[in-house]
């Protein structure tokens, strides 16, 4: 069946699951396949449960009218979304980078939507089926739309720019991350990158993050750039206090003298300036960017300060590299309070560097007094330190729970695989 064939039935359906735990009456179901799953096996569940159409790319044990075969379920599902893409002519703006992604799109979010009618990624849909998913969201209202990338190798992001058409970008930083797949740092440039090269081929615009001079070099040759930063850039601002949630004074750019946002750490300095220079750009009054960035509080396990008794927790556990574990423990390390107890998780994806890398993070602890080190999982028990080590986070949290601590200040964060939240269930 031809895209445009298939485009018409899903404007009759326009809703897309590729889970049968999850369909609705009426949705369009694809059977996509991997590794360790094969969804069209579930074709007739899914046509049981209600689905309005089975998309697949194998044949089935039934014959059904509502069964409509392709050559391959994946690429149908992503020209699909390419062409429901191609009905808008719209802002969209993709955000990618190691650190911060979904924190700024987040923050992006609530200043867009405070003017416009503004869709975005859910959670952490970031990926090759996410994104379609993302974009089939998208309705006929739509002023704005947000789309975060994740990758962890080369040509990915590249990949999704075809189907994704992004107008606007942004780079939020590149650190170690996922140097498995990219084969160093310069392998995270050259993949983060591939956004910034295809904003360069067709006339669209970026914001960087000017302090940031591998961004410059990267972003030269884009038709349309913003800058956001400490210092010479269109928005500049700089960290008023750290010592529980981070305040921003703005410093150029805007009317709005400081913003009192409900995140913690200073290295979420740059995700707010790039939230004021998006708002600013698209002409989001200054009153509003203010309100939108106070009143947002993070979720997820992402930068969570959370009250616990008379202790306070930062609760960053949704993912953890390089990067950003260190300055997760130095900001914490600045951080109010002379009783604090850091629980880290292992770090994953870290290839022939991962060694190096953990034991680079026990270093950087090296430089401050804690009342308690906990390590979890990774490559930590491989290497010689003197502080508690656990295999995974149940363990973490056998020991947490025997613990009676009172007026202490606890930074729990590692892997999404590590699950440290756990410790704290």
């Known amino acids: 069946m031809?895209?445009?064939?298939?485009?018409?039935?899903?404007?009759?359906?326009?809703?897309?699951q590729t889970d049968t735990r999850k369909l609705k009456q009426g949705d369009l179901f694809f059977a996509l396949k991997g590794p360790s799953f094969n969804g069209n096996l579930f074709a007739k569940k899914a046509l049981d449960a209600g689905a309005a159409y089975a998309i697949v790319d194998e044949a089935t044990e039934i014959t059904d009218a509502r069964i409509i075969t392709v050559t391959d379920v994946l690429t149908a599902m992503q020209l699909l979304a390419k062409h429901h893409r191609q009905q808008f002519n719209i802002p969209f703006i993709?955000?990618?980078?190691?650190?911060?992604?979904?924190?700024?799109?987040?923050?992006?979010?609530?200043?867009?939507?405070?003017?416009?009618?503004?869709?975005?990624?859910?959670?952490?849909?970031?990926?090759?089926?996410?994104?379609?998913?993302?974009?089939?969201?998208?309705?006929?209202?739509?002023?704005i739309a947000l789309i975060e990338m994740g990758a962890n190798h080369l040509k990915e992001i590249e990949s999704y720019c075809q189907f994704t058409l992004p107008t606007h970008?942004?780079?939020?930083?590149?650190?170690?991350?996922?140097?498995?797949?990219?084969?160093?740092?310069?392998?995270?440039?050259?993949?983060?990158?591939?956004?910034?090269?295809?904003?360069?081929?067709?006339?669209?615009?970026?914001?960087?993050?000017?302090?940031?001079?591998?961004?410059?070099?990267?972003?030269?040759?884009?038709?349309?750039?913003?800058?956001?930063?400490?210092?010479?850039a269109d928005i500049t601002g700089e960290v008023k206090s750290s010592t529980g949630f981070l305040e921003v004074a703005l410093t150029k750019g805007t009317a709005i003298n400081t913003i009192k946002t409900q995140l913690v750490g200073e290295y979420n300095l740059p995700n707010v300036l790039a939230a004021v220079a998006a708002g600013r750009y698209f002409n989001v009054g200054d009153e509003k960017i203010k309100t939108a960035l106070e009143n947002y509080v993070p979720s997820n396990s992402r930068?969570?300060?959370?009250?616990?008794?008379?202790?306070?927790?930062?609760?960053?556990?949704?993912?953890?590299?390089?990067?950003?574990?260190?300055?997760?423990?130095?900001?914490?390390?600045?951080?109010?309070?002379?009783?604090?107890?850091?629980?880290?998780?292992?770090?994953?994806?870290?290839?022939?560097?991962?060694?190096?890398?953990?034991?680079?993070?026990?270093?950087?602890?090296?430089?401050?007094?804690?009342?308690?080190?906990?390590?979890?999982?990774?490559d930590y028990h491989k290497l010689k330190h003197p502080h508690l080590n656990f295999e995974?986070?149940?363990?973490a949290k056998e020991w947490f729970t025997q613990q009676q601590f009172n007026n202490t200040q606890i930074l729990i964060k590692g892997s999404r695989s590590m699950q440290m939240e756990k410790v704290l269930e």
């Open 392 to 395: 995974n986070s149940l363990q």
């Open 303 to 378: 930068s969570q300060l959370i009250a616990k008794g008379s202790n306070k927790i930062i609760l960053d556990a949704y993912n953890a590299n390089p990067t950003s574990m260190k300055a997760a423990i130095e900001n914490f390390a600045k951080m109010e309070g002379s009783e604090k107890v850091l629980l880290l998780g292992g770090m994953m994806e870290l290839g022939n560097e991962s060694l190096q890398e953990h034991q680079a993070i026990i270093n950087v602890m090296g430089n401050y007094k804690w009342k308690a080190v906990v390590l979890v999982g990774g």
């Open 169 to 232: 970008g942004l780079i939020t930083n590149c650190g170690k991350a996922h140097l498995e797949g990219f084969g160093g740092e310069e392998g995270v440039r050259k993949g983060k990158g591939e956004l910034f090269d295809y904003l360069r081929a067709n006339n669209g615009t970026a914001f960087i993050m000017n302090d940031y001079t591998y961004l410059q070099e990267m972003s030269k040759g884009i038709a349309t750039i913003k800058t956001y930063g400490t210092a010479n």
């Open 94 to 143: 993709a955000v990618t980078g190691s650190n911060g992604k979904t924190t700024t799109k987040e923050l992006l979010h609530e200043v867009l939507s405070s003017t416009y009618k503004t869709y975005t990624t859910e959670g952490n849909l970031n990926n090759h089926i996410g994104i379609p998913l993302t974009i089939f969201k998208i309705k006929a209202d739509a002023e």
């Open 2 to 16: 031809q895209t445009d064939q298939l485009y018409k039935i899903f404007l009759a359906h326009p809703s897309v």
